[in-house]
Every structure is written in structure tokens, then in C-alpha cells.
């Protein structure tokens, strides 16, 4: 795919930022700034770059990297500066400044005060960790000096409970942001750009996770198989390489939560089992790896959803892409690198069937709670899912009108992703029986089906895969 498609929503905020400088603001501060956070490699930079070009004024675009020491970031800094389209660019060919402090105070000397710019901080994380003062350095300069001129500063960052926090009240950027989440590109992007089936364009989703770079590589109307059997055999494709150097950013190969992750990653949902897969990490260790990928956002946390409390705790993968790659690809790049992809991309068809059934059940649960009224029971506020700590019951989708200890159960469903069958009157029979063991549950909450073959069964509420695509939509 070529060219820059989607994002729609999220130009629409940036230019309208962008309108609130050019207008002015009280007391004489035009200035304005915006936190921009996402997970790593969701297009980021992309978008803000596509921003900048469009707006056609003068800007800079620094991107910090991992430097050792704030010297090393100062020097990148300087050179970006002074190669950038701002007025005083001029100024940074002079100067060597060797703090934050002068060098942010001369950036302020360097923006025009009859027009407006833009400044891109990307990858702000890595400013912070070189130097834990950059936040308050970068939060007096913005009140002296930023806020003064007609400049819109773009903060941008992969670290989301790094980006999220520094907004926080107590820090020193508390309420002088807006955030701004970059999501992935959605299951509707997907079938718009690829030009995809409704539950082919799902599929894709799985496999990228709506990744911008993997959607890229992958040939308009092409179907999944056809895909695969080019990117898996391909060592350089996006599709390998992308979760390796975002994990290797966040994670050393033998820390403790990279060994969790790819437990949990390999299929492993329980406190227990993760630990055993991950070499029977301690307790305390496990937690520690545990809360550490949750506080990043890289893994869910989810309980059984119903009328009772429960401590029946599940850990997931929370990026589709990321656990395709490490139940697929992570664990045999080894094996792709010597030329022997043939054999993980039969792996792949040999699993792919059971694997969708359960990589699913999060991205319709996201969907349903995305659809307009009308497609779900009245009163649902949230989903989720029903289980014990044998799995007898389990239900894939459970409606309720709030979790996860809910008052009251809308309706119990059932997730059939297979093309061979539809929803038939066994499956019911076997969603009834679950029903009747779960708690806060009688004969009266209504059954739901989302299947992607269809349903057999008449009167019973089906969802189709062009309805959860729908759901995206609105």
C-alpha cells in the first residue's frame, strides 16, 4: 500500500490544535501543548509528520533516542534544530548550549511570533530517563517562554504510563496538556485499505494488530494465506521484525517480565502456569513482572464478569499483532533466519483455526462494546466473559450493567469464528447449560451469538462480522 490512508479523527484534533494557536489566547499565550501517546510502532511519528507536512508552517522534528548521557541528547538535539525550517534555526549553528535549560530557552529565541510553528518532541521517554529534570526544565520553559509565542509543542511517546503520568497532578506539565491516545489502525482501516472481506479484514487485524507498517507490506485484496506466505519466509518483512525491536526496546531477552510476557504470549492465562513457563519464577518475582507489564499496558488483566466477586484472574496479550508474534513467529526466528520458514508457516496453517477461535473473543468483546444501541440487550454497559477455575463453565461474552461485580446480566454469548459451519442448535444447547450454572443468571437473560459463518438457530440475537466492523465505524 502506498501513501498515507486513515487517521482521519486524529488529523482533524491536531489541525484544530493548530487553529487554537493561530487564533491566540488569553492573557497573550497562543502557545499550546499536547501529549501524544501509543504503543510502539502504531504510527506515531508517521501521523505527526503527515500533520507537519500539511500544516505547511515552520516546524522542528527532533527524535530522542537511547543516549547514554544528556550531552549525547543535547548534541542530536542542536544539530535537529539547526537543520529545521524554524526562523531562528540560524541561532543553533552558533551556540552550543550544554543544559536542557538553555537549549529549550533558545529554541523559544528561534520561533517565529508573527505565524505559527510547531515543535516535535518524539520519544520524549528517553529525554526523561537520561535526565529526570528534562520534565521540569521543559515545564518552565513552556510557562516563560512557550506559551508566549504562536507554537504548538507535540510531545510524543511509546511509554503509555510514562506519557499518561505526566499529566498527573502533581508533576510539573499537570494541566498545561492535552493527551492525545494513538491507537492502532482499527478493523474497519484494515478493510479499507486492503480492500478485504469483512472477515478477512478481521483476520488481517489479528495478524497486524493494525499496525501501519505490516498493513503497508500487504498487497491490496490480498488474502491472508497469500500474505503470510510471502512476509513469514521473508526475514526483513515487518511482520518479523517489528515486535523483535519493539520488545527489545522495552525488555531484555532474559529479564524477568520478557520471560513472563512470552509465557503469557505462548498461551498461558493463570498466575500458576505463567510461572511454571516462565522457568517457576518466584512469587514475589512474578508479580513484580506481572505489574511492571501491566503498568506498560502490554498485558490485560480481565476477571470473570457476573453478580459475584471473583479472583479467578487471566492474563493476556493486549496487542493482537504481539500475541500472533509470539505464539507464531517470536519463538522460531531462529529457524526463518536460516531459511526454513516453510516450516512455521505450516505451523501457522496447522494452528491457525484454534488459535483465531480464542485471539478473537477480545477484539468482538471491544467491538460489541463499540456498537449503537439497539444491537445489544438494554442496559449493557460492559463486556466481558464468564469462567471458573476449571473452565466449566465458561462463557465466551457475558453483557452486564457494570463490572466487574455487575448488579445485573443483560445477556451470555457465544463467539463461533469457523467458515466451515454456522451457529447451530448444539452450540445453543451448550450456551443455555452454561447459562444455567452462572451466577446472578436465570432462563430470562437473552442469548447472543456472533458468528462468523452465520446462525441456524432462528430468534436468537446473531452479530455478524459486518456488524462488529460497523461497530468501528460509528
Known amino acids: 500500500m502506498d501513501g498515507f490512508v486513515g487517521r482521519t479523527r486524529e488529523l482533524a484534533v491536531l489541525d484544530g490544535m493548530l487553529d487554537k494557536v493561530r487564533r491566540g489566547g488569553r492573557a497573550g499565550r497562543p502557545g499550546r501543548a499536547l501529549l501524544m501517546r501509543g504503543r510502539r510502532r502504531v504510527g506515531?511519528?508517521?501521523?505527526?509528520?503527515?500533520?507537519?507536512?500539511?500544516?505547511?508552517?515552520?516546524?522542528?522534528?527532533?527524535?530522542?533516542?537511547?543516549?547514554?548521557?544528556?550531552t549525547a541528547d543535547l548534541a542530536l538535539f542542536v544539530a535537529a534544530a539547526a537543520d529545521s525550517s524554524l526562523p531562528g534555526a540560524h541561532l543553533f549553528a552558533a551556540?552550543?548550549?550544554?543544559?536542557?535549560?538553555?537549549?529549550?530557552t533558545l529554541l523559544a529565541a528561534a520561533l517565529p511570533t508573527d505565524r505559527p510553528s510547531v515543535v516535535v518532541l518524539d520519544e520524549m521517554p528517553y529525554l526523561i530517563a537520561t535526565d529526570p529534570g528534562f520534565e521540569g526544565t521543559l515545564q518552565k520553559v513552556f510557562d516563560r517562554e512557550f506559551s508566549r509565542r504562536p507554537v504548538l509543542l507535540v510531545c510524543v511517546g511509546s511509554d503509555l504510563a510514562m506519557m499518561e503520568a505526566l499529566n498527573d497532578y502533581g508533576r510539573p506539565f499537570h494541566q498545561r496538556a492535552t493527551e492525545m491516545v494513538i491507537p492502532p489502525l482499527s478493523p474497519a482501516d484494515v478493510r479499507d485499505m486492503l480492500g478485504l472481506t469483512p472477515a478477512e479484514a478481521f483476520d488481517a487485524y489479528l495478524v497486524s494488530g493494525g499496525l501501519p507498517l505490516i498493513l503497508d507490506e500487504w498487497p491490496g485484496g490480498a488474502s491472508l494465506s497469500d500474505y503470510l506466505a510471502d512476509a513469514?519466509?521473508?526475514?526483513?518483512?515487518?511482520?518479523?521484525?517489528s515486535a523483535e525491536r519493539a520488545l527489545a526496546a522495552e525488555f531484555p531477552t532474559?529479564?524477568?517480565?520478557?520471560?513472563?510476557?512470552?509465557?503469557?504470549?505462548?498461551?498461558?492465562?493463570?498466575f500458576s502456569l505463567i510461572a511454571r513457563a516462565a522457568g517457576d519464577l518466584p512469587q514475589a518475582s512474578l508479580n513484580r513482572a506481572l505489574r511492571l507489564l501491566t503498568d506498560?499496558?502490554?498485558?490485560?488483566?480481565?476477571?470473570?464478569?457476573?453478580?459475584?466477586?471473583?479472583?479467578?484472574?487471566?492474563?493476556t496479550v493486549a496487542d493482537p499483532y504481539l500475541r500472533f508474534w509470539l505464539s507464531f513467529l517470536g519463538p522460531h526466528l531462529p529457524e526463518i533466519e536460516r531459511g526454513r520458514g516453510d516450516l512455521t508457516l505450516q505451523r501457522i496453517r496447522t494452528s491457525w483455526t484454534s488459535w483465531r477461535g480464542r485471539a478473537i473473543e477480545p477484539v468482538v468483546r471491544e467491538s460489541l462494546r463499540r456498537l449503537s444501541a439497539g444491537h445489544l440487550p438494554d442496559g449493557t454497559a460492559v463486556v466481558g466473559g464468564y469462567w471458573t477455575r476449571t473452565n466449566d463453565p465458561e462463557i465466551d461474552l457475558v453483557g452486564a450493567d457494570r463490572g466487574p461485580v455487575a448488579r445485573r446480566i443483560t445477556f451470555v454469548g457465544s463467539v463461533k469464528w469457523l467458515e466451515s459451519r454456522p451457529f447451530d442448535a448444539h452450540d445453543l444447547g451448550r450456551l443455555l447449560a452454561h447459562?444455567?450454572?452462572?451466577?446472578?443468571v436465570d432462563e430470562r437473560v437473552e442469548p447472543v451469538v456472533v458468528s462468523r459463518g452465520g446462525t441456524a438457530v432462528e430468534g436468537v440475537r446473531a452479530v455478524s462480522a459486518e456488524d462488529l466492523l460497523t461497530a468501528w465505524r460509528d
Do not use: C, N
Request: hydrophobic share 40%; net charge positive.
Open 95 to 104: 551556540q552550543r548550549p550544554a543544559t536542557w535549560d538553555a537549549a529549550l
Open 254 to 270: 532474559q529479564s524477568q517480565a520478557g520471560l513472563v510476557l512470552r509465557a503469557i504470549g505462548s498461551g498461558e492465562r493463570t
Open 232 to 241: 513469514v519466509i521473508d526475514p526483513t518483512s515487518a511482520l518479523l521484525v
Open 435 to 440: 447459562r444455567a450454572r452462572m451466577p446472578g
Open 296 to 315: 506498560k499496558r502490554i498485558v490485560d488483566v480481565a476477571v470473570p464478569l457476573s453478580t459475584r466477586p471473583s479472583r479467578e484472574t487471566r492474563y
Open 44 to 70: 506515531k511519528s508517521r501521523l505527526v509528520e503527515e500533520f507537519v507536512e500539511r500544516a505547511e508552517v515552520p516546524h522542528l522534528f527532533f527524535t530522542a533516542s537511547a543516549q547514554p548521557t544528556v
